[in-house]
Nanobody
Framework: QVQLVESGGGLVQAGDSLRLSCVASGRAFSAYAMAWFRQAPGKEREFVAAVTWSGSSTDYADSVKGRFTISRGATKNTMYLQMNSLKPEDTAVYYC??????????????????WGKGTLITVSS
């Protein structure tokens, strides 16, 4: 089993920046790609960004490309999402997720194996 815990959400104004963190733990957390998904009220959970186990490859949804940066910590069990130029449409619960594999191929939420409980980000206009 893998446990994921997100932190860093909150209420911000449009144009502000915020950084999310996700810490993974478990008996054998190795060779897992990690990703962020988000779910706005009344909408399906959608992909935001992902990073491979090594941290050398990243993937972004078009809606956040150029504004968000995903990265992994040196210990590999931590992941960050730096969010700049936030917009009201970024308002959502943000979830950390992971799936086994050293590479990354974009999948829907159903394709991820483990999930955190989520952290709420509200961007006011």
């Amino acid at each position: 089993q893998v446990q994921l815990v997100e932190s860093g959400g909150g209420l911000v104004q449009a144009g502000d920046s915020l950084r999310l963190s996700c810490v993974a733990s478990g008996r054998a957390f190795s060779a897992y790609a990690m990703a962020w998904f988000r779910q706005a009220p009344g909408k399906e959970r959608e992909f935001v960004a992902a990073v491979t186990w090594s941290g050398s490859s990243t993937d972004y949804a078009d809606s956040v490309k150029g504004r968000f940066t995903i990265s992994r910590g040196a210990t590999k069990n931590t992941m960050y999402l730096q969010m700049n130029s936030l917009k009201p449409e970024d308002t959502a619960v943000y979830y950390c997720a992971t799936r086994y594999g050293t590479t990354w191929q974009r999948v829907t939420a159903d394709g991820m194996e483990y999930w955190g409980k989520g952290t709420l980000i509200t961007v006011s206009s």
